[in-house]
Protein backbone atom coordinates (compact mmCIF):
# COMPACT_ATOMS: atom_id res chain seq x y z
CA UNK A 1 0.00 0.00 0.00
CA UNK A 2 2.82 2.43 0.80
CA UNK A 3 4.51 1.41 -2.31
CA UNK A 4 1.27 2.28 -4.31
CA UNK A 5 1.14 5.92 -2.73
CA UNK A 6 4.79 6.99 -3.47
CA UNK A 7 4.11 5.53 -7.54
CA UNK A 8 1.32 7.86 -7.62
CA UNK A 9 2.92 10.25 -6.34
CA UNK A 10 5.29 10.26 -8.24
CA UNK A 11 3.43 9.81 -11.27
CA UNK A 12 1.51 13.11 -9.99
CA UNK A 13 5.10 14.71 -10.10
CA UNK A 14 6.06 13.80 -13.45
CA UNK A 15 2.59 15.05 -14.83
CA UNK A 16 2.92 18.61 -13.00
CA UNK A 17 6.79 18.56 -13.68
CA UNK A 18 5.67 17.54 -17.68
CA UNK A 19 3.38 19.96 -17.50
CA UNK A 20 5.54 23.10 -16.21
CA UNK A 21 8.27 22.12 -18.89
CA UNK A 22 5.68 22.47 -21.69
CA UNK A 23 4.15 25.61 -19.97
CA UNK A 24 8.00 27.06 -19.79
CA UNK A 25 8.67 25.76 -23.53
CA UNK A 26 5.08 27.66 -24.74
CA UNK A 27 6.35 30.77 -22.66
CA UNK A 28 9.83 30.82 -24.32
CA UNK A 29 8.25 30.51 -27.32
CA UNK A 30 5.74 33.74 -26.86
CA UNK A 31 9.32 35.64 -25.64
CA UNK A 32 11.06 34.45 -28.78
CA UNK A 33 8.70 36.04 -31.33
CA UNK A 34 7.94 39.01 -29.26
CA UNK A 35 11.19 39.35 -29.44
CA UNK A 36 12.00 38.23 -32.93
CA UNK A 37 8.68 40.60 -34.10
CA UNK A 38 9.82 43.92 -31.85
CA UNK A 39 13.30 43.95 -32.64
CA UNK A 40 13.71 42.29 -36.41
CA UNK A 41 10.43 43.24 -38.10
CA UNK A 42 11.57 42.40 -41.66
CA UNK A 43 11.79 38.60 -40.00
CA UNK A 44 7.84 38.85 -39.46
CA UNK A 45 7.27 37.09 -42.60
CA UNK A 46 5.58 33.52 -42.86
CA UNK A 47 9.23 32.05 -43.35
CA UNK A 48 10.85 33.27 -40.40
CA UNK A 49 7.52 32.81 -38.03
CA UNK A 50 7.76 28.68 -39.15
CA UNK A 51 10.98 28.60 -38.61
CA UNK A 52 10.33 30.39 -34.89
CA UNK A 53 7.48 27.54 -34.78
CA UNK A 54 10.18 24.82 -35.32
CA UNK A 55 12.54 26.03 -32.98
CA UNK A 56 9.96 26.35 -30.26
CA UNK A 57 8.64 22.73 -30.75
CA UNK A 58 12.08 22.05 -30.56
CA UNK A 59 12.84 23.67 -27.32
CA UNK A 60 9.96 22.48 -25.82
CA UNK A 61 10.49 18.99 -27.32
CA UNK A 62 13.65 19.39 -25.52
CA UNK A 63 12.09 19.94 -21.99
CA UNK A 64 9.80 17.71 -22.39
CA UNK A 65 12.71 14.84 -22.57
CA UNK A 66 15.05 16.10 -19.97
CA UNK A 67 11.92 16.43 -17.14
CA UNK A 68 11.15 12.56 -18.40
CA UNK A 69 14.65 11.39 -18.56
CA UNK A 70 14.94 12.91 -14.83
CA UNK A 71 11.61 11.45 -13.44
CA UNK A 72 12.70 8.15 -14.73
CA UNK A 73 16.13 8.30 -12.91
CA UNK A 74 14.47 9.72 -9.97
CA UNK A 75 11.68 6.70 -9.89
CA UNK A 76 15.03 3.85 -9.79
CA UNK A 77 16.49 5.52 -7.21
CA UNK A 78 13.16 5.85 -5.59
CA UNK A 79 11.87 2.33 -6.28
CA UNK A 80 15.45 1.19 -5.31
CA UNK A 81 15.09 3.35 -1.83
CA UNK A 82 11.63 1.44 -1.13
CA UNK A 83 12.50 -1.75 -1.97
CA UNK A 84 15.27 -1.57 0.53
CA UNK A 85 13.79 -0.08 3.10
CA UNK A 86 11.08 -2.84 2.82
CA UNK A 87 14.07 -5.41 3.38
CA UNK A 88 15.27 -3.33 6.49
CA UNK A 89 12.10 -3.51 7.66
CA UNK A 90 11.35 -7.28 7.38
CA UNK A 91 14.58 -7.80 9.03
CA UNK A 92 13.69 -5.48 11.63
CA UNK A 93 10.29 -7.56 12.10
CA UNK A 94 12.05 -10.76 12.20
CA UNK A 95 14.90 -9.97 14.66
CA UNK A 96 12.05 -8.14 16.61
CA UNK A 97 10.38 -11.74 16.23
CA UNK A 98 14.01 -13.80 17.46
CA UNK A 99 13.94 -11.97 20.49
CA UNK A 100 10.40 -12.11 21.89
CA UNK A 101 10.23 -15.97 21.21
CA UNK A 102 13.64 -15.74 22.78
CA UNK A 103 12.37 -13.59 26.01
CA UNK A 104 9.26 -15.45 26.61
CA UNK A 105 10.59 -18.95 26.48
CA UNK A 106 12.99 -18.07 28.82
CA UNK A 107 13.29 -20.21 32.11
CA UNK A 108 14.00 -16.82 34.08
CA UNK A 109 12.05 -14.18 35.28
CA UNK A 110 12.77 -11.24 32.88
CA UNK A 111 10.36 -7.82 33.26
CA UNK A 112 10.78 -4.57 31.77
CA UNK A 113 9.89 -1.32 34.35
CA UNK A 114 9.04 2.40 32.69
CA UNK A 115 10.26 5.13 34.82
CA UNK A 116 7.77 5.08 37.14
CA UNK A 117 8.91 1.60 38.13
CA UNK A 118 5.60 0.53 37.04
CA UNK A 119 6.05 -3.23 35.32
CA UNK A 120 4.71 -2.96 31.43
CA UNK A 121 6.31 -6.41 30.62
CA UNK A 122 6.84 -9.69 31.79
CA UNK A 123 7.28 -12.92 30.69
CA UNK A 124 5.50 -15.71 31.32
CA UNK A 125 8.27 -17.30 33.45
CA UNK A 126 7.96 -14.37 35.92
CA UNK A 127 4.36 -15.08 36.47
CA UNK A 128 4.90 -18.63 37.17
CA UNK A 129 7.84 -18.11 39.90
CA UNK A 130 5.36 -15.46 41.27
CA UNK A 131 2.60 -18.04 41.29
CA UNK A 132 0.37 -15.87 38.89
CA UNK A 133 -1.67 -17.59 36.57
CA UNK A 134 -0.44 -14.99 33.25
CA UNK A 135 2.29 -13.12 33.37
CA UNK A 136 -0.70 -10.06 32.33
CA UNK A 137 -1.60 -9.73 36.01
CA UNK A 138 1.95 -8.77 36.95
CA UNK A 139 1.67 -5.49 34.46
CA UNK A 140 0.57 -2.35 36.29
CA UNK A 141 2.48 -3.81 39.45
CA UNK A 142 5.01 -2.18 40.69
CA UNK A 143 9.06 -3.90 41.74
CA UNK A 144 8.31 -3.17 44.87
CA UNK A 145 4.89 -4.60 45.21
CA UNK A 146 7.45 -7.84 45.43
CA UNK A 147 9.94 -6.62 47.80
CA UNK A 148 9.09 -8.30 51.43
CA UNK A 149 8.53 -5.18 54.02
CA UNK A 150 11.03 -4.70 56.79
Same mark, same amino acid.
Request: aromatic share 14%.
Given at each position: ????? #? /???? #?????????????????????????????????????????? +????????? #??????AYFHISLSRKVGLAVAEQV???????????? +???? $??????????? /????? $?? +???????? $????? #?????????????????
Open positions: MEIET #T /NRTQ #TRKFIQGLIGAVLAAMLLLLVFVFAVVRFFPELSSRDALITM +YFVSLFLAG #TSVFFVKVESALLESEEK +YRTF $IEELPEGVFIV /NAEGV $IV +YANAALGR $IHGFA #TSGEILGKTFFDFIAPD
